[in-house]
């Protein structure tokens, strides 16, 4: 089995169908396999372990874009790696999707790890709790099933076109001529997470567009309930990556919202 297809089985798990509007899991992981420098031994039957592995950091050391950690775990201390990223020792990490790799030889290093878990991330504890939230809030099947279920609910009957403004579709379809540029949007709100990542998410629809298209992200630090009206003014920004494989696509961001 060569990295590449290790590092696809890692992020499997995070990989699982919902609309172009939420952290999108019909695209790549944002991480990358190691360096061809760094080829891997086969896997051995070791299984990976349940859940992302977590602790103080004991070592660190960068190597081939890499990051690797000596992680004091309620299994016990153990190497991880992951794509490059600050951390110093004391810090505590959450190692995200481990995979194991027994017996792994790093050429760049020229060390040899009993044991080493290759994962999709190395992070502060906090930002991994945050990152998850924001998942987890909109993980399918039970994020795309709650908006359906929400937009089912809201009527979205006789929501006008906002003056100088685009759709709902529109903006789908323009987004990449869009990029950057700030828009108006009307719309009703068919579901509303407050306080993740210190910020507001707006679910916004108006009836136009098809599955995929017809349901708008927005992040703001309004206060709006399901089924509200609204006119949106925010910027677009488009494949908004927040790590472990969720991707938006599109969406609105700091956006100012007025209740109509």
């Not at 991994?128 to 908006?147: C, H, V």
Request: hydrophobic letters at 40%; proline letters at 8%; charged letters at 20%.
């Amino acid at each position: 089995m060569n990295t590449p297809r290790l590092f696809l089985a890692a992020s499997l798990a995070l990989l699982v169908g919902c609309t172009q509007s939420q952290p999108v899991a019909t695209q790549e992981p944002a991480s990358a396999p190691p360096p061809q420098a760094e080829p891997q031994p086969e896997p051995a039957s070791a299984p990976a372990p349940a859940g992302p592995m977590a602790g103080p950091v004991l070592e660190t050391m960068d190597a081939g874009g890499y990051t690797y950690v000596k992680v004091k775990t309620a299994q016990g201390e153990t190497w991880a790696a992951a794509p490059k990223v600050t951390v110093k020792v004391g810090d505590e990490v959450v190692v995200q999707n481990p995979m194991p790799m027994p017996g792994y030889h790093s050429k760049t290093l020229d060390r040899t790890f009993e044991m080493l878990y290759f994962a999709t991330a190395i992070l502060p504890t906090d930002q991994a709790a945050a990152a998850t939230a924001a998942a987890g809030a909109e993980t399918p099947p039970t994020g795309a099933a709650s908006r359906n279920r929400a937009a089912a609910q809201v009527d979205l009957s006789g929501i006008q076109k906002a003056e100088g403004g685009h759709t709902v579709e529109e903006l789908f379809a323009k987004k990449a001529d869009l990029a950057g540029q700030e828009v108006v949007v009307r719309g009703r709100v068919v579901k509303f997470n407050a306080g993740i990542m210190g910020r507001n998410w707006i679910h916004l629809r108006d009836g136009t567009g098809a599955e995929g298209t017809n349901d708008l992200t927005v992040t703001t630090q309004a206060q709006v309930g399901v089924g509200d009206t609204v006119l949106v003014r925010g910027k677009v920004v488009t494949d908004k990556d927040f790590g472990f494989g969720y991707r938006y696509a599109l969406l609105l961001e700091d956006a100012q919202v007025t209740k109509e």
